[in-house]
């Protein structure tokens, strides 16, 4: 992304460009009563809903918020069956490319997943708790040995049935490239054995063309993406989700270019 994009999507976003003052104002309040109903979902009811029941709010309460932000959710591909154990299916890994905080919620309302992500991600407000409560496995990527700690939590997440989702990357972009994938997170998915889902995401304005005022990146902070979010009448974010690779036996290098190959060949 160029040095100067931030800054220019910013000054656009505070122009008279898109949508009106009182409808990114609106949208705000909106999406703060949305937080609170779902952290007092989380505190009061999550304790006696059954799993199945929790990734079913999980799925609509994240549909609802791109809903209220203005996002249409596209959803393209095969989507994969819950992973479960005792051989029923086999375990599951989502890959994808990174963009934005909103790729937690666009793929969560099609398929609720737990979600690996940085440490850093626990300490946002509101965000970072409600992500804790409904799975997210935090990693230091600071300290080396935290990924093997990691890498067990998500084998047994994944042995256990969840779907874990990673973002190989280790950072976002403005969606106009895909970065060299680390292999190292598609490690637990070789030794669960587990099957290996590409997802590629796009987020698109009316026109077809590339909405980097969705992406997370740069210097931009979490309000100025949030700013620029309101601030379009309407977001397209596109799913697809692409041909599975098998992980049994596989060289996790290689796996990690194959997902990447797929991911960057549909994006492109």
Known sequence: MRADTPHISIMAAMSGEGTSVVTRGWRLVRLALHMLQGMLTIALLFPIYTPARRRIAVKRWSHSLLGMLGVKLHAHGEIPRKGAPRGHASPAMLVANHVSWLDIYAINAVLPVRFVAK?????????????????????????????????????????????????????????????????????????????VHPVALRYERS???????????????????????VAR???????????????????RRKLAAAAHQLIADRLR
């Open 233 to 251: 009448p309407v977001i397209h974010v596109h799913v697809w989700f692409l041909q599975p690779l098998p992980a049994a036996g596989a060289d």
């Open 119 to 195: 440490s850093e991600i626990r300490k946002w407000p509101v965000i970072g708790w409600l992500s804790a409560k409904t799975g997210t496995l935090f990693i230091e990527r600071a300290r080396r040995r935290d990924t093997v700690r990691i890498s067990g939590e998500i084998v047994t997440a994944m042995q256990r049935g969840d779907v874990v989702t990673v973002f190989p990357e280790g950072t976002t972009t403005d969606g106009s490239k895909v970065l060299r994938f680390h292999g190292s997170l598609l490690q637990p998915a070789l030794q669960a054995e587990a099957h």
């Open 207 to 229: 026109d077809g063309s590339l909405c980097v005022e969705a992406a997370y990146d740069g210097d931009k902070s979490l309000w100025d993406t949030l700013r620029l979010i």
